[in-house]
């Protein structure tokens, strides 16, 4: 469990690339609508996915997958409420499967 | 009806997913001239293109544009100068100059579509960021990148629109009955 937390999945280029997706957002987000902040969210959690990916034990890797998969699509179905919302539905579902494998509770 | 332009008109849509195959430098060119000829409020001509294509900056574009997901071989910034408005005393945010930036990146869409290549529009990235990555003139205020590659051979992703639409939704003739009006 210990080795696992510690275990470096991504590097600090990687990083850097983060911290300006979140500051650039940050900084759109200010004269967009509301419902594009979700949308910045999720595409920080698509890149990191993909920069994660090569690294990340087996049980964080299906999140990973579906992310990389799914948030493409669902950036394209922000008119469609329902669809969205089942995306972010799936999403969490997995994130909580993560969640409970990696804490070794299943 | 039908003609080259019309048909380009309706065909072209925004690619988001792009080969690596490059754009030759006379694609290129065909397509900034077509930029060049749209026509600008007052022929003030203040829009600028800057053309990147060396991966370094490009990667480093990509990472403070939130609403870019190509990784195209080419983009074009098109930018506004303000020089000219200082020059001329207009005032630097003229929505003209918003307006010329839109017809420069439609002409240039619908020239590459015509050159069998695709483009898509990205105004969702950092201004302030993206003006020292490129080191841009003080007086060039950056307004929208043109993506511009290869349709990669996957679906595409496609915004889904809020509702489908013809001309006839957006169009009215004349004046507007009594009792629509706000004045
Ligand atoms: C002013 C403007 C800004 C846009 N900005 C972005 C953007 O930041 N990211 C993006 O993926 N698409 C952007 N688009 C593309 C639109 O989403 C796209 O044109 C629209 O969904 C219709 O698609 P179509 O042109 O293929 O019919 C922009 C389009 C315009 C006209």
Redesign the interface.
């Known amino acids: 469990m210990a080795k696992k937390a510690g275990k470096r999945v991504i590097s600090e280029d990687q990083a850097v690339?983060l911290l300006?997706?979140f500051?650039?957002?940050a900084?759109?987000l200010m004269s967009?609508p509301a419902h594009y902040g979700p949308l910045?969210l999720l595409?920080a959690t698509e890149r990191l996915s993909a920069m994660m990916l090569e690294r990340a034990s087996p049980e964080t890797r299906p999140f990973l997958e579906l992310a990389i998969e799914r948030i493409?699509?669902m950036?394209?179905?922000?008119?469609?409420v329902e669809a969205y919302s089942a995306g972010l539905e799936e999403l969490n579902a997995a994130i909580g499967e993560c969640l409970v494998r990696r804490a070794g509770l299943e | 009806m039908s003609n080259d332009v019309l048909d380009a008109i309706r065909k072209r849509r925004v690619v988001r997913e792009m080969t690596d195959e490059p754009v030759t430098q006379e694609q290129l060119e065909q397509i900034l001239d077509a930029g060049r000829w749209a026509p600008t409020g007052g022929n003030l001509r203040q829009n600028r293109f800057v053309v990147v294509q060396d991966e370094k900056i490009k990667r480093l574009i990509y990472?403070?544009?939130?609403?870019m997901?190509q990784r195209p071989p080419a983009i074009i910034l098109i930018c506004s100068d303000l020089q000219l408005a200082i020059d001329h005393q207009l005032g630097e945010d003229k929505p003209t100059f918003l307006m010329d930036v839109g017809k420069a990146a439609q002409n240039m869409a619908l020239a590459a579509h015509s050159l069998g290549l695709a483009t898509g529009p990205v105004t969702?990235?950092?201004q302030?960021?993206v003006s020292r990555i490129l080191n841009l003139p003080e007086t060039y205020v950056p307004h929208m990148f043109l993506c511009l590659g290869h349709a990669a051979p996957v679906p595409q992703?496609?915004?889904?629109?809020?509702q489908r639409i013809t001309w006839r939704d957006l169009t009215s003739y004349d004046r507007f009955p009594s009792g629509s009006g706000g004045g």
Request: no cysteine.
């Open positions: 690339e300006a997706l500051v650039s957002s900084q759109l967009e910045r595409t493409p699509q950036h394209m179905q922000m008119s469609d | 990472q403070v544009s939130p609403g997901f969702s990235f950092s302030t960021a992703f496609n915004v889904r629109a809020w």
